[in-house]
């Protein structure tokens, strides 16, 4: 159905949210009150998504991620099936909170483990949850010992934001290869706390300037809309118009092109979990009719 509506025939990586349920309740959070919300893919349901959009849109890659992908109870089975039957990549971005035992399982399956933080310490802990850095960071040493590839993700806010290079520093100490920088968009949990809004978008320039120089062996990847200027209006995909980069299915099944779109039930198609079926549901606001642009990520 996606490929009738918009023409695009091949979709390189999924991203599934398996469910909502987190063990976290960051200030950030873009689910806001669906962190509370039962909607969950079966692990059934998450197969069954996974063949449909290798087999129909040439898939060659799933992120999972939740809520807390880690307290998803089929996560063993969904990570095999994803490598061991559709040979496909498989990535997890999780917040890394004690999850060594059910990463020792997967870990031959899974080819890169990305944990989040959100600065040093008690920065990180305040925004996410008390002794979640520690955490982290013994997450990301175990998958260092179990051979696992790993990046980490950061949401600069106001709090965070001199923590960047810092935090990229003592990634490079535990073997992280990539650091993805994310814009605070005030959705979810963020509506409610605009004090962590960047209000000042020099700050931007600063900090990109000190990236440049830092001569950092990880490689950071940055949000452009954390830019004096912001990310450009459109984002036409390197493959032209019949591909795009990615899909995020929310534990409900609705599915969203744009991470613009996600946490606004701005999504156009929806995955009918019971017909294994992708339908077309269009709306005023949803991320086509608005034209919502995707992210644009860049190399510093």
Not at 45 to 63: H, K, S
Not at 148 to 159: D, F, K, L, Q
Not at 247 to 275: N, Q
Not at 285 to 296: I, R, S
Request: proline share 4%; aromatic share 6%.
């Amino acid at each position: 159905m996606i490929s009738e509506v918009t023409g695009i025939r091949r979709i390189r990586m999924l991203y599934v949210q398996l469910l909502y349920r987190c063990n976290f309740e960051c200030l950030h959070c873009f689910h806001g009150k669906r962190l509370q919300h039962a909607d969950a893919f079966t692990a059934d349901e998450a197969i069954n998504l996974l063949a449909l959009m290798r087999d129909q849109y040439g898939t060659e890659a799933v992120t999972l991620l939740g809520g807390e992908p880690f307290v998803y109870r089929d996560l063993t089975q969904v990570v095999q099936y994803a490598k061991r039957d559709l040979g496909l990549r498989v990535e997890i971005c999780t917040n890394g909170y004690r999850i060594e035992r059910r990463l020792t399982e997967i870990a031959p399956d899974l080819d890169l483990l990305r944990v989040s933080l959100e600065g040093i310490g008690s920065t990180n802990d305040h925004i996410r949850k008390f002794g979640s850095y520690r955490s982290a960071l013994s997450a990301l040493e175990i998958a260092q010992h179990l051979g696992v590839r790993t990046g980490a993700t950061m949401t600069v806010t106001s709090r965070n934001i001199e923590e960047v290079l810092p935090l990229a520093r003592v990634l490079q100490g535990y073997g992280v290869e990539q650091l993805k920088l994310h814009c605070l968009r005030p959705v979810g949990n963020a509506a409610a706390h605009p004090e962590l809004l960047i209000t000042e978008p020099t700050a931007y320039t600063r900090l990109r300037g000190r990236l440049d120089a830092a001569d950092l062996e990880i490689e950071v990847i940055v949000d452009e809309d954390l830019s004096a200027d912001g990310a450009p209006d459109t984002c036409v995909p390197d493959g032209g118009p019949v591909e795009i980069e990615r899909i995020e299915a929310d534990p409900r099944g609705a599915l969203t092109m744009s991470c613009k779109a996600v946490g606004k039930d701005s999504h156009a198609f929806w995955y009918d979990k019971l017909a294994d079926h992708i339908d077309h549901r269009p709306s005023p606001t949803d991320e086509l009719t608005l034209a919502v642009p995707d992210v644009v990520y860049g190399r510093v």
